[in-house]
């Protein structure tokens, strides 16, 4: 069995940043202590001097393109990308080809992810109009949601009677993520677009065709809908100050109902970066103002907002370059997205505490995974180290998503992800990701 003895760590778990130690044996933290001794001669030992332990990230939502679309990426490429970034464990949704709507397709999902995948995995179960008899046979200790569109979706996926949804509230017991965009009132918009510019409509439209209305309805909808059914959800990707409304801090995050999440993209740009970035920032929901992206954070920082990911959705260079109408929504996010989060940490907008708590603690805590996202003795041992003061830039060359671009290209970090570890085993390295694949599926405490 394999040990590692992790030292000299500035230890960042449940609110504080301690310096100390971590002993790991197979894929179980073993101790955590000021001062840990090598039991043995076999123990690798890693001197951390210097560097933040974090506990591996959890991203709450992904798409990983697979199956159907692997032209844009696939669960192995993609989870590469992710422990390149520090995400140990991630929760895919179901709007793959075919849709994740059915116990087979799910089924066909974990077993590509048993064989290929370098971080541990889940994958969402998808609601339709008519699946309900479906979502109900689900193993809820394998599946972390079930994902509903109510807007802005394609085929049956597209979750837009009322009655069903309210059928769906009252008897789902799992948690519901929700993708909360009014598609009546985007198709209007739409329609006045395309009247005025054409099929080519200026990128910087995209927030007034996608606008604060068209998420609030949905999501304010969603919100009275739950308190009415007591139904549990999780608003995803919010975008707009006037949702961060919907949403209190009054209880720890085991007790809520209701919670909502953000998305590095919301927090980092907003529609002054439309002139530079283009369609590369084209996101469902969009990209808005100065004002949101403040209210945003400031609702992160006061408990409103409970989770922070990444809505990684990669589509190929040539896709995004499209004229507005046919350019694809989605960006690559999971290799940037920590480091991202850690900039802010650098220009103290936020502490290192408050970054694990959203996107480590927060995750494992809302959807119940079984011994992830803290660094504690009988944990698995999914961690990260980070060197705060090792500037790198993005650049296409460093990028390891399939579709071989980001957003972020041109941004210097201050900070570099030095090794990922997932159970236990050395993932990622000296910025290369290992061949072997060491991820294995999330199990759910219910």
């Known amino acids: 069995m394999k040990k590692i003895l992790i030292k000299n760590a500035k230890i960042v778990n449940d609110g504080t940043v301690q310096n100390g130690d971590v002993y790991i044996e197979g894929d179980t933290i073993i101790e955590v202590a000021d001062s840990i001794s090598a039991k043995n001669a076999d123990t690798q030992i890693i001197d951390a001097e210097g560097k933040y332990l974090l506990p591996g990230v959890i991203d709450d939502q992904v798409h990983f393109r697979e199956p159907g679309l692997t032209h844009k990426a696939t669960i192995s490429t993609e989870s590469a990308a992710a422990v390149a970034g520090g995400i140990t464990s991630f929760m895919e949704m179901p709007n793959t080809q075919p849709q994740t709507t059915t116990i087979e397709e799910w089924e066909n999902k974990m077993d590509i992810a048993s064989r290929d995948s370098h971080a541990n995995y889940a994958f969402m179960f998808g609601g339709t109009n008519d699946n309900l008899k479906e979502i109900l046979r689900v193993d809820t200790a394998r599946v972390p949601a079930l994902k509903l569109f109510l807007g802005s979706s394609t085929g049956n996926m597209l979750v837009d009677d009322q009655e069903v949804l309210r059928e769906i509230f009252s008897k789902v017991k799992l948690r519901i993520a929700l993708h909360c965009e009014d598609e009546e009132t985007i198709r209007s918009n739409m329609k006045q677009a395309v009247a005025k510019y054409g099929e080519d409509i200026p990128i910087d439209q995209h927030p007034v065709i ?51 999440e953000v998305c590095i993209h919301h927090l980092w740009f907003s529609d002054e970066d439309y002139a530079q970035r283009g369609k590369l920032i084209k996101w469902n929901p969009s990209v808005k ?141 000296n910025f290369k990701v290992t061949d072997a694949k060491y991820g294995t599926e999330l199990a759910f405490e219910r």
């Open 210 to 260: 996608r606008n604060e209305e068209a998420c609030y309805k949905s999501s304010s909808n969603a919100v009275a809908l739950a308190k009415e059914t007591g139904a549990r959800i999780h608003v995803f990707h919010l975008s707009t100050g006037k949702e961060t409304s919907l949403f209190d801090n009054q209880v720890p995050i085991q007790e809520k109902q209701i919670t909502s």
């Open 289 to 429: 103002s100065p004002k949101d992206r403040e209210q945003l954070w400031e609702a992160l920082l006061d408990d409103r907002i409970d989770v922070i990911a990444t809505d990684h959705a990669p589509h190929t260079w040539e896709e995004k370059q499209n004229p507005y109408t046919s350019c694809p929504s989605g960006g690559p996010l999971v290799q940037h997205a920590l480091p991202a989060m850690l900039q802010f940490v650098h220009e103290e907008r936020i502490s290192i505490e408050k970054v694990v708590e959203k996107m480590c603690h927060h995750p494992a805590l809302l959807f119940d995974i079984k011994e992830r996202g803290f660094i504690r003795q009988g944990y698995k041992a999914d961690l990260v180290l980070v060197d705060p003061n090792n500037p790198w830039t993005v650049t296409k060359e460093n990028v390891i998503a399939k579709c071989g671009w980001s957003p972020f290209e041109g941004v210097t970090f201050k900070s570099r992800i030095t090794h990922t570890f997932v159970n236990g085993q050395l993932a990622y390295h």
